[in-house]
């Protein structure tokens, strides 16, 4: 059709496979966004195993220097997220650095900031805080992913608005004499 309109010099013909190849990558992009929510809804469920895992990986290599991205990256959200340990601050007697320190006590990080003398000492665990960071961590990653999957539905909404208009200009074509040729009688229109 859009051949057919370039060879003919019928601007209406290719301006009507632009619209078809439009509505068709709109398609494809619309599908695709589909798939992803569809996906991401399914598999937020997963998050929490592998939330899981991987936190279980990053205490065992914590050792408290700050070079350590690892060691960086728990006393970072232990200090954004208010908490402490995988599961309770107790979680940090079970690692290689807890052992090799011999101190008893945990990370700074863990410490309340509202507590100024904290030394981070399990002989005070009112200093500390008490909820783990596994929980909120799983449960800020799948508010994240709700609010994509929100975002993609809505654009993936917006696209199908477009796909819809683009249907209609190019059905109403075949019937409005407006569609017709943009020059007529050597003049444009």
Known sequence: MGQCGITSSKTVLVFLNLIFWFVIILLLVFVTEVVVVVLGYVYRAKVENEVDRSIQK????????????????????????????IHNYSDWENTDWFKETKNQSVPLSCCRETVSSCNGSLAHPSDLYAEGCEALVVKKLQEIMMHVIWAALAFAAIQLLGMLCACIVLCRRSRDPAYELLITGGTYA
Do not use: E, F, M, W
Not at 66 to 83: E, F, G
């Open 58 to 85: 990053v205490y065992k290599t914590y050792n408290g220097t700050n070079p350590d991205a690892a060691s960086r990256a728990i006393d970072y959200v232990q200090r954004q997220l208010h908490c402490c340990g």
